[in-house]
């Protein structure tokens, strides 16, 4: 347990190293050293998986929540203070593999995809950095090391989509990350401060009684700190920050958009769980009305995206609201009565990260090939780059939720959940993951099939109508491949893993078992998804589907542009907040408040104009002013005295 | 009849010796012997300040009364010639100048008279002897003003200061008059007991105050001071603003306290009123001036507002801090008025603000000294003015005037402003065409030295203030 | 009968060096005015003299008529023809000045007014030129031999000054 | 009939305040002047009075004749600087004495 | 001493004067912390050690006296490294450069006498000191409209200080003229409420001035515009914390009655300062003054936790005041050598400084997260300290400023990130500017100095909140009642 720290402490170094020397190494070392660095860590990570989850349970059945290393890091007064150390217990060991692995095959694939871009040993300290940030955040002690590492995560993640910093739109992108998760965290942070006063303490186990005092409080301090959760997790209304954040490298939104910083969310309403449902049951459900309301949102407007990151990142979106889902329709912390989706969300967690990472390093494959990310570039790709065809195909099954693969059982699990919580709340989430296989299908087939714009240019070229001779997309290189592949594999069989066994709502062993019905059902409507979808889309845009794009043009618009949201959001931030707020001030600033302290001086200038003519060089007046000043003292100490 | 009395006034009678001297000299002395005249005088009021120091550490009481001195006033009265000193040792370039070379004798005559009479202001103890020593002191002034007799200015200033000295003399003596009238007696200390702030001792009062305030230029009796001041020659301009200003003070101070004790309330309430105006209206004056000189009447008025804080005080502590005040404001000032008749040949038409344009990259050190001199003058530590600044806040408020030393403070702003006006105007305004640089003449290098010492020591060495402290009464 | 030839004294005198000193400050021929002033001047010699202090009131015609009268001559000869007084210039100040002083005025009356003089001393023998030498040159409480002495300094300052102002080169 | 005091200090007062009232207006540095010695006048009558008819000492007295003293001082010394001032502008007229002010 | 020193030198060897002596003093300090923090280990716990005294003044009971606590020696400290930093930052200052160090030199000696003086004439008077220079310094070596900006900086904060010396007399006579030592004044504890309740406000509102509480903050953007690089390091960094200090040492320590009951008044001022500063910072467009409103924020959240009264907010404060010394000192220097670049401060003129000057632009991302409050720089720690501390204060009032203040948080980043994205980002397109170079080495010292206290402060803030907590502690329990 003890090698726990080196998983965090090895990342930083290797930031370090790169950040500070990075300059003078070579572009090859440097991508080694980290790449190396960070499978030192995994398989620390492994290690510590493999022991702590082997030592087994102890006698009441649990497994134990260790503690390594727990420092005061900044004492507050009182018996508050922040304190930095590492935790172990199950979730965030699962997450520990999680990130490492991710990570680990992010690295890899950007030595690929990286190569030879500008600042590459830049990347990969940021690289570093985010992971050291992740691994601080999972194995956080208390909720305030959290918030540290949480702040850490949202600046790499900054950092990151900002990689390409002189595209205008990748600085547009990471500013508006930044400063909406920032906002988020403001909620984070009040609802923090509330939890720590109340309770005089941030970790995480706190005794009974001192919860029964602040339970007052507590649902507030908790739907605070959901805020905080939301908008790293996307949320909706804060997940505007997401699609955009598609800008930066496609690793990168491989490693951090789509496998582990968004789930960050996640893991912290999992990580306080027990409060939840102790405390604050309607913050519960609220997060599970939130969570099915964005899962349907970002899955419509997946459906008409164009840009297949963009439609990545909405599916993203809807997938973590899953979790989150899950998460709320929990009603206790016995997995059999209604804690079901605590695993649930955790294992969806777990798969989710693996093809989701594998979707979107096959799409930065394909955009390796095509150099492009939308979909009118697209098309015919199959015969070019079989292997990025293949994993994506897995990919897609998994996330559809087609068994054997993983997606299908997490899913499945989650749909459990929601059944369980409400018929309505299992309907509507069915039909999301329905969706969701429409969509996913409607990617795959726009990408891998239809006609190849490659093959219609040579066309062209050939008979002369462009001159230049087009590019010819080529299957990546094997550095990209040999992730693809690796996580395609634990794509299908991770599924089968016995979740359940590790990790549930209150610790004791629960076993996997498929509900028949659910599980018919979320099959059948996965598959109505995907032949819709092999309908439309199939061979290039059918008939049927420009009637229906025809029928329904305004909807489809309004998704496109994604209904506005961010069109809303800018009007506030840009008009009300900066038109209407700051500009007004910046005016008061400079007129009202500076100017009545130069008004102060204006006005003694005036006044001394005013006096001037007391000095008008006439020596009688000036005899006046002296007697009459006189006489008016003398008056004035004998009747006002 | 014990005419032997008169030999005990050690300062009065050394100081009158020199002037005899003087006369003397300027009488016979021809060619040669003129030439050493600066240096002789000055010898001679050093010796004179040494004998001022020394000796006189009892009090003593002569002529029935009417004289008086213990080791404060002949420590003021060594301060007030100190300051003189520095002055004449100023003056040197200017007395060497062709037009007044020929008067150089009638220059330290007229000025030691003035010096003479102040001495009479400080000691005297009776109204008789006090109005014939502000007299004296102020005559030769309206001489020394119009010195510069083929000057319009200074002609001009001449007729200015002696009609309104004049004026307010007339005024005085009334008021003298009617204390007189009520009293029975002019002296002190016989008065002391009989005031009971009638309204007759209210008008006398009133009167009497008017005529010192003319002489420390308060406002509204102020009005002469910038036109003389700008009319005069520097040297004379300075020693008004310094010498004649601050025998006027500590004239005023003694006899509020000394004949006017029962009606402190009175005089206290005149005194709050004047400081502001005389601080206000000042400085609202003083923003508007280009001249130096006509700005420096309004900062000098200004300070006589600031001295006066101590002034109402009316204790031991009150005078320690007029005193000490006083002290400070001889060094700052003069440097500032040395500073300007070093480069006053330099001027046509007076010395203004603009000259002083870029006067740092010709001159630093002058320049260096004026800035610290400015400073002291507008109470920025580390230098004297602060120190003296401070304590007299300190008196005022003890004395319960808080309202007072407000109004007072805020003023410090305003006239920080237009010190840094002129400190703006040697270091950062650009002049194609500064004054060329200047070497001083011995005297006045000796007279800027010590005006630096004293800024920079007067303040930082508490041993003058706690000395000071010790002679207050 | 006695009695009244005092005041009808008085009286006269008091009228004619009011209306003489209203003429002195109004008339615009200065060499008027100082014929005025001297008007003014005898009639406080003889306000001296009526208080029976006959040395004071020959000393006010010595110095002031004697002395300082032939002065005001013997500069308004000088000057020649600046010697004209326009008495109106500015209204506006003519009016402050007469507002000033008639209000100084009215104040000094009523302070005059309610304050009680004992005034019963006087002395029908006046003062002897012997009491006056003792008090001019003691040194005793009520002499005043300094204030003699510094006062001929102040001559003495005062001469030397004017003789420097006036003086041709 | 002995003329009360209060006569003399009305008379003083009315004196001096025409000697005020002069200063104020006239134009002349002369007629300023022939004012201020009405004022000092005036004073010196008041002096002359309180002692003559409520001191025994002499202090009024000798106050009145110093005082005399003293205007005569005052008067040459003005006396010689408007002559100067004459010298240096032709005019001993107010209002061309104003080349200092504001 | 540091005058007395160099006064006497020619042109070429100032540099290395200064330099001496800034690293003298550097290394002074820093040896005073480490004694300072053993002897504390030692057990010793007086409230002030080092103590001395010499009368100076007798009959006005005014003596020079020394001493230090847990706060000031954090407060040198914060100043040696600015003034060591901020010598290599004025390394190549032009026009009568021995004349600009003299002026340097006096700033200095004021705030260093300020923060070690116990006596309450000596502190205001190293104040004045400090105070004074400012106005050369802009005046002479500044840029932009420098007269007006210093002209109003001297005088806005001679107005203060009009303030202050009122509050000081009120001090010392409502004590009852015994003692001018702040320690004795604070242990009678016999100033009646009455008094209090008119000098406390003056004592705060003159300090407030110079630490930009709301409505008299408008010097410090003016000022910080126009004045040289080192000047507005030294300004903003360490003056500014002079009113900080001076309204928890003075204010609030000797007149505790009133500190409790009319810190409302103060706090909304305070609230105000920090999201209006913040807020107004979002719309500049020229670099120095999104910084100095951005100091006005952050000076804001400085008085803001002092007046929380609880002894983590407090804190909280003095690790704000180094915190954001040590950040805003940073930015300047950045600002101020990208200015003598490029020659302009308009973010709109800018762009693409990363790829013409990697390491300012750098150094500046970094200054700027610290500053936005990421974990890990000294930013973070304070803010966080004060945000714990201030809502601990239990009633609404307090939890609702703490809220709005929090918000601020947010805002800072806006700010920051606009101009980042602005100057930094982007393709350059002014072709001047390619022609620019990166930092010499004096600027990268300068540069590295100061992330390296940033970082250093953010990574390991217990040592520091561990000294500062012993002072902040016994001051505390004065003003609680």
């Known amino acids: ?641 | ?473 | 009968m006695e009695h009244y030839t005092s005041i009808i004294i008085f009286s006269v005198l008091s009228l004619l060096m009011i209306a003489a000193a209203i003429a002195a400050v109004t008339s615009s021929k200065i060499m008027r005015a100082t014929t005025y002033l001297l008007f003014v001047l005898f009639g406080t010699a003889g306000l001296y003299f009526s208080m029976f202090y006959t040395f004071l009131g020959a000393t006010q015609i010595t110095v002031y008529a004697g002395g300082i009268v032939v002065l005001f001559v013997f500069v308004i000869l000088l000057i020649g023809k600046g010697s004209i007084d326009v008495t109106h210039t500015s209204k506006l100040r003519y009016m402050a000045g007469v507002l000033a002083s008639m209000s100084g005025l009215a104040i000094t009356l009523y302070i005059i007014k309610t304050t009680h003089f004992i005034a019963d001393k006087l002395d029908p023998n006046g003062v002897s030129m012997r009491t006056l030498g003792k008090t001019i040159m003691g040194t005793d409480k009520y002499n005043f031999v300094l204030t003699f002495e510094v006062l001929s300094i102040l001559l003495l300052a005062c001469m030397v000054g004017a003789i420097l102002i006036a003086r041709k080169k | 009939m002995i003329i009360p005091a209060e006569y003399y200090l009305v008379l003083s007062a009315v004196l001096f305040f025409i000697g005020v009232f002069g200063f104020f207006t006239r134009r002349n540095l002369v007629s300023l002047l022939i004012s201020t010695e009405l004022m000092l006048n005036a004073v010196d009558i008041n002096f002359a009075v309180f002692n003559a008819y409520c001191y025994d000492h002499l202090e009024g007295y000798i106050f009145t004749l110093f005082g005399i003293g003293i205007a005569a001082a005052e008067t040459a010394v003005a006396i010689a600087i408007i002559i100067n001032v004459y010298r240096n502008m032709k005019t001993i007229h107010i209002k061309n004495l104003r080349e200092l002010k504001d | ?481």
């Not at chain 1, 510590?48 to 134990?64: M, N």
């Not at chain 1, 899953?322 to 929990?330: E, T």
């Not at chain 1, 001030?585 to 003694?604: E, H, P, Q, R, Y």
């Open chain 5, 1 to 481: 001493m540091l005058v007395a020193l160099w006064m006497s030198r020619g042109i070429k060897q100032i540099r290395t004067v200064m330099v001496a002596g800034s690293t003298l003093l550097l290394a002074l300090s820093v040896y005073l912390t480490i004694d300072f923090i053993a002897m504390r280990n030692a057990g010793i716990t007086d409230a002030q050690l080092y103590t001395d005294s010499w009368s100076w003044y007798t009959p006005l009971n005014i003596c020079y006296s020394i001493g230090v606590d847990g706060i000031s020696v954090a407060m040198l400290l914060l100043s040696s490294i600015i003034v060591f930093t901020g010598t290599f930052a004025s390394w190549n200052m032009k026009p009568l450069t021995k004349e600009y160090f003299l002026w340097y030199t006096l700033l200095s000696l004021g705030v260093y006498g300020f923060f070690i003086s116990t006596d309450l004439f000596t502190m205001f008077m190293f104040y004045e000191t400090a105070l004074i220079p400012m106005y050369l310094l802009i005046g002479v070596w500044g840029s932009g409209r420098k007269e007006y900006s210093a002209m109003k900086l001297t005088l806005m904060l001679m107005g203060g200080s009009a303030f202050l010396l009122m509050g000081i007399l009120g001090i010392y006579f409502g004590s009852g003229a015994t003692t001018m030592n702040i320690h004795e004044i604070a242990q009678m504890a016999n100033i009646p409420v009455n008094i209090q309740y008119i000098f406390f406000p003056l004592t705060f509102i003159g300090f407030g001035v110079l630490g930009a509480l709301f409505p008299f903050h408008t010097w410090s953007p003016d000022g910080h515009a126009s004045a040289p690089t080192a000047v507005s390091m030294l300004h903003a960094g360490v003056l500014m914390k002079l009113g900080g200090y001076g309204c928890f040492r003075i204010a609030m320590y000797l007149l505790p009655q009133a500190a409790n009951e009319l810190a409302w008044i103060f706090i909304i001022l305070t609230t105000i300062s920090v999201v209006y500063g913040a807020l107004s910072a979002i719309s500049q467009t020229d670099l120095k003054y999104i910084n100095a409103y951005s100091s006005v924020s952050h000076c804001g959240l400085v008085l803001f936790a002092l007046l929380m009264m609880t002894r983590t907010a407090c804190t909280g404060a003095i690790l704000q005041m180094l915190s954001h010394g040590l950040m805003t000192a940073l930015f300047f220097a950045l600002i101020g050598m990208i200015y003598g670049r490029t020659h302009t401060r308009d973010i709109h003129k800018m762009q693409g400084l990363m790829k013409i000057m990697p390491f300012l632009a750098v150094g500046y991302v970094i200054a700027g997260l610290a500053n936005l409050g990421l974990p890990g720089f000294s930013g973070f720690i304070a803010e966080m300290t004060i945000f714990v501390g201030a809502f601990s204060v239990n009633d609404t009032f307090h939890r609702v400023v703490t809220i709005i203040a929090c918000t601020s948080i947010v805002i800072t980043a806006v700010y920051i990130l606009r101009v980042v994205g602005k100057i930094l980002y982007g393709k350059p397109e002014n072709k001047e500017h390619l022609e620019l170079t990166d930092a010499s080495w004096h600027e990268k010292f300068t540069v590295i100095c100061l992330i390296i206290s940033v970082a250093g402060l953010g990574i390991l803030p217990m040592w520091v909140s561990n000294l500062i907590n012993s002072g902040v502690a016994n001051i505390i329990s004065n003003i609680q009642p």
């Open chain 2, 1 to 473: 009849m014990n005419y032997l009395e008169f030999l005990l006034m050690r300062p009065e009678i050394s100081l009158l010796s020199i002037f005899v001297i003087i006369f003397l000299f300027d009488l016979m002395a021809t060619g040669r012997y003129r030439r050493i005249f600066h240096g002789i005088v000055c010898l001679l009021m050093l010796a004179h300040t040494y004998i001022c120091m020394t000796g006189s550490a009892e009090e003593i009481t002569l002529f029935g009364g009417m004289y008086y001195n213990n080791p404060m006033l002949s420590f003021m009265k060594a301060m007030l010639t100190c300051g003189s000193i520095l002055v004449i040792l100023q003056a040197n370039r200017w007395l060497r100048s062709a037009s007044t070379y020929y008067k150089q004798g009638e220059f330290y005559i007229l000025m030691l008279s003035t010096l003479i009479g102040m001495y009479f202001m400080l000691s005297a103890r009776h109204f008789l002897l006090l109005f014939i020593g502000i007299e004296l002191a102020s005559l030769p002034l309206a001489c020394l003003v119009a010195f510069d007799k083929y000057r319009h200015h200074s002609a001009e200033a001449g007729i200015k200061y002696i009609l309104s000295s004049m004026f307010s003399s007339a005024v005085m003596l009334y008021g003298i008059s009617f204390l007189y009238g009520s009293c029975g007696t002019l002296y002190f200390s016989d008065m002391a007991t009989i005031l009971s702030g009638s309204p007759i001792h209210i008008f006398a009062l009133v009167m009497f105050f008017a005529g010192l305030g003319f002489k420390i230029s308060l406002v509204p009796f102020h009005l002469w001071t910038a036109d003389s001041y700008q009319g005069a020659p520097t040297v004379v301009t300075a020693y008004l603003s310094v010498i004649s200003k601050g025998a006027a003070v500590f004239t005023l101070f003694i006899v509020l306290t000394k004949v006017f004790a029962n009606m402190i309330v009175e005089w206290q309430a005149i005194i709050y009123i004047l400081t502001i105006a005389s601080i206000t209206i000042a400085n609202l004056f003083a923003i508007k001036q280009h001249d130096i000189k006509r700005f420096m009447a309004f900062s000098s008025i200004s300070q006589a507002g600031y001295i006066m804080l101590a002034v109402i005080n009316g204790t031991a502590h009150g005078m320690t801090a007029m005193v000490f005040y006083i002290l400070v404001y001889i060094v700052a000032n003069l440097a500032v008025f040395g500073v300007i008749e070093s480069i006053e040949h330099q001027c046509t038409d007076g010395v203004k603000r603009e000259d002083f344009n870029g006067f740092y990259r010709s001159n630093p050190r002058l320049a260096f000294l004026m800035t610290l001199a400015l400073f002291s003058l507008a109470g920025i530590p580390p230098f004297a003015g602060f120190f003296s600044k401070f304590f007299v806040f300190m008196s005022a408020f003890d004395a319960g005037f808080m309202i007072l030393v407000f109004i007072a403070l805020i003023n410090t702003v305003i006239s920080l402003y237009y010190y840094l006006l002129i400190v703006k105007a040697m270091f950062i305004n650009q002049n194609d065409n500064p004054i060329k640089p200047i070497k001083c003449d011995l005297f006045t290098r000796i007279s800027l030295t010590f005006c630096l010492l004293g800024i920079v020591f007067l303040g930082i060495c508490s041993f003058v203030y706690i000395n000071i402290d010790k002679l207050s009464f």
């Open chain 1, 1 to 641: 347990m003890e090698l726990a720290i080196y998983i965090l402490a090895l990342p930083l170094l290797s930031f370090l190293i790169l950040g500070l020397v990075g300059k003078n190494l070579s572009h090859k070392v440097a991508g080694i050293l980290g790449t190396l660095s960070l499978m030192v860590c995994t398989v620390i990570a492994y290690s510590v998986a493999v022991t702590y989850f082997g030592a087994g349970r102890s006698e009441d059945g649990l497994f134990p929540t260790l503690m390594p290393y727990n420092y005061t890091w900044l004492p507050l007064g009182g018996n508050l203070s922040i304190d930095m150390g590492v935790l172990i217990d199950p979730i965030s060991v699962m997450m520990l593999v999680v990130i490492t692995t991710v990570s680990l095959m992010v690295h890899i694939y950007s030595l690929g995809y990286m190569k030879g871009e500008k600042g590459f040993q830049r990347y990969y300290a940021f690289l570093s950095l985010f992971t050291f940030s992740m691994l601080g955040l999972v194995v956080a002690t208390n909720i305030f090391q959290m918030y540290v590492f949480w702040e850490l995560v949202g600046v790499s993640s900054y950092l990151l989509i900002g990689f390409y910093y002189t595209k205008p739109a990748a600085i547009a992108a990471s500013k508006k990350a930044f400063i909406v998760t920032r906002f988020a965290d403001l909620f984070f942070l009040i609802g923090i401060l509330i939890y720590g006063y109340y309770t005089q303490d941030f970790s995480f186990t706190i005794n009974e009684s001192i919860l029964l005092s602040a339970s007052a409080v507590l649902p507030l301090a908790l739907g605070l700190m959901f805020v905080g959760g939301a908008g790293k997790s996307a949320m909706f209304p804060l997940h505007i920050w997401l699609p955009d954040a598609m800008e930066g490298p496609t690793p990168v939104s491989a490693l951090i958009h789509a496998a582990t910083m968004v789930v960050a969310g996640v893991y912290l309403v999992a990580r306080m769980f027990p409060l939840f449902v102790g405390y604050a049951p309607e913050t519960l459900s609220m997060i599970a009305y939130v969570g099915a309301f964005t899962a349907l949102y970002a899955a419509v407007v997946a459906c008409v995206q164009t840009d297949i990151k963009r439609v990545l990142a909405f599916s993203t979106i809807s997938q973590i609201a899953f979790m989150m889902v899950a998460l709320g329709v929990c009603t206790s912390t016995d997995p059999h009565k209604g804690g079901l989706g605590y695993m649930a969300s955790m294992f969806h967690l777990f798969t989710h990260a693996m093809f989701k990472g594998l979707l979107f390093l096959g799409a930065g494959a394909i955009i390796h090939a095509v150099h492009s990310n939308e979909k009118e570039h697209m098309g015919g790709l199959r015969k070019y780059m079989p292997i990025t065809h293949i994993t994506f195909l897995v990919a897609c099954l998994a996330i559809a939720g087609i068994p054997p693969f993983s997606g299908f059982f997490s899913k499945d699990e989650i749909l459990t959940a929601c059944y369980d919580y409400s018929v309505i709340m299992g309907m509507f989430m069915s039909i999301v993951a329905a969706l969701t296989a429409f969509y996913m299908f409607r990617l795959y087939y726009l990408i891998f099939w239809g006609k190849s714009l490659y093959e219609e240019q040579l066309n062209s070229y050939n008979s002369g109508i462009i001159k230049e001779k087009p590019h010819k997309p080529h299957e990546a290189p094997i550095c990209m491949t040999a992730p693809l592949v690796i996580l395609a594999t634990i794509t299908c069989f991770a599924g089968f893993i016995p979740f359940g066994e590790f990790i549930s709502s209150n610790g004791h062993a629960y076993e996997i078992h498929l509900r028949t019905e659910v599980a018919i059902s979320s099959i059948l409507f996965a598959i109505a998804g995907i032949v819709i979808a092999t309908i439309m889309y199939k061979s290039g845009e059918s008939k049927l589907t420009k009637a229906i794009n025809q029928s329904c043009k305004g909807f489809i618009k309004a998704a496109y542009r994604r209904f506005y949201m961010d069109e809303l959001w800018m009007f506030i931030t840009k008009k009300i907040i900066f038109n209407c707020i700051s500009r007004p001030i910046a005016w008061f600033d400079k007129k009202v408040i500076d100017g009545s302290m130069d008004m102060l001086a204006t006005i003694t200038q005036r006044l001394a104009d005013f006096v001037r003519p007391m000095q008008s060089g006439n020596i009688q007046s000036y005899s006046v002013w002296f007697l009459s000043g006189t006489l008016a003292l003398v008056l004035i100490l004998l009747y006002l005295m």
